[in-house]
């Protein structure tokens, strides 16, 4: 994603990225797992640490993943992953999900995860992972919709914390509420054969919690997002603590529940 077309509003702290680590084919992917096959070709947009990446190339080998992120640092990572798993059928570059370096009709399957929501043009976005993609291919793209989170105790630093981030999503040039928008982008980018379908994210257990209010009661104090946050004059360095600490209020809740709904559209060129 180019800087012109996007801003990550999340960034790439040590916060972000241990979020990002824990994603898996399995928890972010399973839509596409029963729609692949070995030895197809893959392109993953947006990559970010490449453990969904790892799972999916798992899955195609021999197919070849040709996996792409706007941030050249995350591919080093990624790359380092790939190597650990003793993958090699894992390639990586920086690229613009806008204007993809590849010809037309180059891969079997083209992926994005949480991708969409943060890109000022989505429908522009979803052309090109088209025009890439094989006649017979298939389109996937998940999002989180932020709209729909909800959680138990109420808490209302949360309900700020989930007010503030829109506000400053959306500054940015994206779409926090992306997941219930997918199949419409997916009409509007010309796609006609689409399978629309959702799912969730769940913490509800005593680790999960621990985990999940940890690294967001980080984010939010020390991440771009808390950058983002103050330099465009939506939230102060005190709101952002009083945030930080409602986070670690609800993680605290013995009986704590937090759920992120999430749309799914696979489409056929």
């Known amino acids: 994603m180019a800087e012109e077309n996007a801003v990550y509003t999340h960034g790439h702290h040590a916060s972000v990225l241990r979020s990002h680590r ?3 084919a399995g928890n972010s992917a399973a839509y596409l797992i029963e729609r692949l096959r070995p030895g197809v ?14 799972d999916l190339a798992a899955l195609v080998a021999p197919g070849v993943v040709t996996a792409v992120d706007a941030a050249p640092d995350v591919l080093e990572e ?3 992953l790939a190597a650990e798993r003793g993958l090699d059928n894992v390639e990586f570059a920086v690229a613009d999900v806008h204007a993809l370096p590849y010809p037309d009709e ?11 929501q943060h890109v000022t043009d989505p429908v522009g976005a979803l052309r090109e992972m088209r025009r890439v993609c094989a006649a017979d291919g298939i389109v996937a793209a998940r999002d989180a919709d932020y709209a ?5 105790p109420a808490t209302p630093g949360l309900d700020e914390w989930l007010s503030l981030y829109r506000r400053v999503a959306r500054a940015n040039g994206g779409e926090p509420d992306a997941g219930r928008r ?4 997916a009409q509007q980018a010309g796609f006609r054969d689409i399978t629309s379908t959702g799912s969730v994210w769940c913490f509800s257990t005593p680790d999960d919690r621990a985990w999940w209010s940890e690294t967001w009661s980080e984010r939010v104090v020390r991440s771009a997002f808390a950058e983002r946050a103050m330099s465009g004059g939506h939230a102060t360095r005190d709101d952002l603590e009083r945030l930080s600490d409602a986070w670690r209020a609800w993680g605290a809740a013995e009986d704590g529940w937090f759920t992120i709904l999430h749309g799914e559209i696979s489409c056929r060129p």
Do not use: N
């Not at 070709?41 to 790892?54: E, H, R, Y």
């Not at 729909?148 to 138990?152: G, I, K, S, V």
């Open 148 to 152: 729909a989170m909800t959680w138990y």
């Open 106 to 116: 180059t891969f079997d399957v083209v992926h994005a995860h949480q991708v969409l």
């Open 22 to 24: 824990w994603r898996t």
């Open 78 to 80: 990624a790359g380092r």
């Open 182 to 185: 997918l199949l419409s982008w």
């Open 41 to 54: 070709s893959l392109l993953d947009v947006g990559c970010g640490p490449a453990t969904i990446t790892a």
